[in-house]
């Protein structure tokens, strides 16, 4: 049962996705639809909760503080009107979900960052696609060859 369910997440998944966690500040690149017209919006704040890991479904949930008012937006990260998410900095956090954040103001908000190579966390790693490979007899044969050589060294 597992197996299919595995199978139906990777056909589901439209891109891959940088690696978000809680804590994370993170700037999300949505395209907004307005008539005929379409653009690109930014969302940039602190990721207060992630859900559904490595599936098709996973979520993350991102706030910020406009204009004086907490603003909360939730992500669906395989959505194909998600262009790209970049993480700005990383902080420790031994939670996954901050709610406890909606109370905090000012610099009782901040969260010690983390040190982290952000343009390797940023790139993403194309996923390696299954290909059914058909062995002939001359590809084994030379792979036969390659291990006698190996041997004789």
């Known amino acids: 049962m597992s197996k299919a369910i595995e199978i139906i997440n990777k056909s589901q998944k439209k891109h891959s996705v940088v690696a978000v966690r809680s804590g ?31 599936s098709y479904l996973s979520r993350i949930v991102v706030r910020r503080i406009a204009s004086g008012v907490g603003v909360e937006k939730s992500f669906l990260l395989h ?24 109370d905090l103001t000012g610099k009782a908000a901040r969260l010690s960052g983390v040190d982290f190579d952000r343009l390797a966390v940023n790139t993403l ?12 007899s001359e590809t084994t044969e ?3 060859e390659a291990t006698e ?5």
């Open 24 to 54: 994370d500040t993170v700037k999300v690149h949505q395209k907004i639809k307005e008539g005929n017209k379409e653009r690109v919006q930014v969302f940039q704040g602190l990721v207060i909760r992630t859900s559904k890991g490595n």
């Open 79 to 102: 959505s194909p009107s998600i262009v790209k998410v970049e993480i700005t900095k990383r902080s420790r956090v031994r939670r996954n979900y901050l709610s406890y954040m909606r």
């Open 125 to 136: 790693q194309p996923e390696p696609e299954e290909v059914d490979t058909i062995e002939t």
């Open 142 to 144: 030379s792979k036969a």
């Open 149 to 153: 050589v190996k041997d004789k060294k």
